[in-house]
């Protein structure tokens, strides 16, 4: 079983136009329940998982969110604060092949409501074992030290935990030592204190578009693994753009890598990474094996308008041809 604790959802639409520019009638329009944690977990769902999440929601888009993910296979469990649920554009120009992203921030949560979701997934996690992640930055005014809370609450209750965030909140986590750490290059970058501040900002550059190469001075992908591991001492997962991603457990340093394989749509590709990594995890599978899902799965997003809108079926084909390394 996989569940998500969701902090900061999101109503997430795209729109597919001929031009960004002017006035425009969309070709298609895709509106998911998203969030990164939603759409991990919709990613999960997709490839046939058991999959719940406790999500913080509000007025307005909350309640299309919450019919969304019910939708899309996810056992949605909404917890209401005060603000409006925020929404997410992505726009894709079909006249340049470039999208354009526009991402409300994280609306503010309170004590109180943070506390009340957390609660309902400690007692959530009784009945549902197996992995449980939290995924993105956290809401404004959030209580510090949130996400450690998180981590140690909900290993308290006997299940694996996944942290997939950035800056002072993935500092927080990390130091509950959580059972899966899964960041990009420039998260990972921010975390052992070597790169120039992710945040939100390197997230983007680190993610399903593209990392490039590392710049002269920073550390190694490998370099970065054991610096992570150092500090969390459970799995780490690195992803590295269109370098394909690395992990290690401690004894063994793995790089995967699928050629050949691209697409328009990227938004989402992260967070469906985390989800088939996951649903291998959750059935069993070795890390290498893990691995080579999570790649395909998140390439199989990119291949559709919507964030984490996959064919199931595509995502287990591209798995065969991901080529896993051990690097150590």
Same mark, same amino acid.
């Given at each position: ?47 046939? #998982?058991?999959?719940?999440?406790? %999500?913080?929601? @509000? /007025? $307005? *888009? =909350?309640?299309?969110?919450?019919? +969304? &993910? ?117 998260? #990972?970058?921010?975390?052992?204190? %070597?790169?120039? @501040? /992710? $945040? *939100? =900002?390197?997230?983007?550059?680190? +993610? &399903? ?117 051990? #690097?150590?």
């Amino acid at each position: 079983m996989i569940s998500a604790l969701a902090l900061s959802p999101s109503l997430d639409v795209t729109y597919v136009v001929d031009e960004l520019e002017g006035i425009q009638r969309p070709r298609s329009v895709h509106r998911v329940a998203g969030g990164k944690a939603l759409n991990a977990a919709r990613a999960a769902a997709a490839l046939g #998982a058991r999959v719940s999440a406790v %999500a913080v929601l @509000g /007025a $307005g *888009a =909350g309640r299309d969110v919450a019919d +969304g &993910a019910r939708a899309d296979g996810v056992d949605l469990h909404a917890v209401f604060g005060t603000e409006p649920t925020r929404s997410c554009v992505s726009i894709f120009s079909r006249a340049s092949g470039r999208l354009t992203e526009i991402y409300e921030r994280a609306v503010p949560v309170s004590v109180s409501t943070a506390a009340a979701a957390l609660d309902a997934a400690v007692a959530l996690a009784a009945a549902r074992p197996g992995w449980w992640f939290v995924s993105g930055g956290l809401p404004d005014a959030a209580p510090a030290g949130l996400l450690a809370d998180v981590v140690r609450r909900l290993h308290d209750a006997g299940v694996r935990v996944a942290v997939d965030s950035h800056g002072p909140a993935l500092r927080s986590a990390v130091g509950a030592q959580p059972d899966l750490v899964k960041v990009n290059r420039w998260e #990972a970058l921010e975390l052992v204190g %070597a790169g120039g @501040g /992710a $945040g *939100a =900002g390197g997230a983007a550059r680190g +993610g &399903a578009a593209g990392a490039g190469a590392a710049a002269a001075g920073e550390p190694s992908v490998p370099e970065l693994l054991a610096a992570v591991h150092a500090l969390a001492e459970g799995l780490v997962v690195i992803t590295d753009g269109a370098d394909g991603a690395w992990a290690t457990d401690g004894d063994r340093v793995l790089r995967a890598r699928l050629a050949g394989h691209t697409g328009n749509f990227p938004v989402g590709s992260g967070d469906s990474f985390l989800g088939g990594l996951l649903v291998a995890l959750d059935n069993g599978a070795d890390l290498a094996d893990a691995l080579a899902l999570a790649i395909a799965t998140g390439t199989a997003n990119a291949q559709v308008p919507g964030a984490a809108i996959l064919d199931p079926t595509l995502a287990r084909r591209l798995a065969q041809e991901v080529q896993v390394t051990t #690097a150590v």
